[in-house]
């Protein structure tokens, strides 16, 4: 399996951006797929989560009401819409994968890891 994040970059508080993490190699739809953080000199943390089939999201605490993940099993592609964003979300994000319906909420639930992209944003 291999994940590709994308739709990284810099911008400024209050803003939006759109991550997509996309899955090759098996098929989409036996995975469900996380999004994590990792900010400078902290923990990688759980930031979102979908089931499988798309019918169950659940979110971390300091991003809900602002983030959105949703997926498109025909594009093979998950996505985070990140809305009014702060400079605490300033953070390298990872997509994350497992062959299960349920999403993983921990690290060392994950099966397989995308190479990260990294947000940045300013005050």
């Known amino acids: 399996v291999q994940l590709q994040a994308y739709g990284g970059g810099l911008v400024q508080a209050g803003g939006s951006l759109r991550l997509s993490c996309a899955l090759s190699?098996?098929?989409?739809?036996?995975?469900?797929v996380s999004w994590f953080r990792q900010a400078p000199g902290k923990e990688r943390e759980f930031v979102s989560g979908i089931t499988r089939s798309g019918g169950l999201t659940d979110y971390a605490d300091s991003v809900k009401g602002r983030f959105t993940i949703s997926r498109d099993n025909a594009k093979n592609t998950v996505y985070l819409q990140m809305n009014t964003l702060r400079p605490e979300d300033t953070a390298v994000y990872y997509c994350a994968a497992r062959p299960s319906s349920g999403y993983s909420t921990k690290t060392s639930d994950v099966s397989f890891w995308g190479q990260g992209t990294l947000v940045t944003v300013s005050s």
């Open positions: 190699g098996r098929t989409f739809s036996h995975y469900a």
